[in-house]
């Protein structure tokens, strides 16, 4: 199943996610859903929307921007999927709810913050 993002939507989530690094705070994936107003289905659009992004940052050699969006459990960290995404992208390699996974993306989200991004059409 081919899932498509709109350009305003598209737009509006580097925006959020722009926003997010300048003021050096993370976004939960539920924040995001409701800020973006996804039509459904949402969680897969947005996922999907996400993990276009990291392989655009990898393929960039940038920090991975979707790394700013994590779950609202305990653990603070992204999705399984996430981390199977970056793995796919070799970024990451290891179990993606080991201590391994939660340096690799303090580290991340560390070097995202201090990155300069210049704004690009996908």
């Not at 997010?20 to 996804?38: D, G, I, M, V």
């Not at 994590?70 to 201590?99: H, K, M, N, W, Y």
């Amino acid at each position: 199943m081919s899932v498509r993002i709109s350009r305003q939507h598209w737009e509006g989530l580097l925006t959020e996610l722009d926003q997010a690094r300048r003021q050096r705070h993370l976004l939960t994936y539920r924040a995001l859903l409701e800020r973006l107003q996804l039509p459904s289905p949402a969680m897969l659009t947005l996922t999907a929307a996400l993990e276009h992004l990291a392989a655009l940052d990898a393929k960039s050699e940038q920090p991975l921007r979707s790394s700013l969006v994590i779950s609202q459990g305990a653990s603070r960290l992204p999705r399984t999927g996430f981390f199977e995404c970056v793995e796919r992208l070799g970024r990451f390699s290891g179990p993606p709810d080991g201590i391994a996974a939660a340096s690799w993306h303090a580290s991340e989200v560390v070097r995202v913050f201090e990155y300069a991004y210049e704004h690009e059409e996908a």
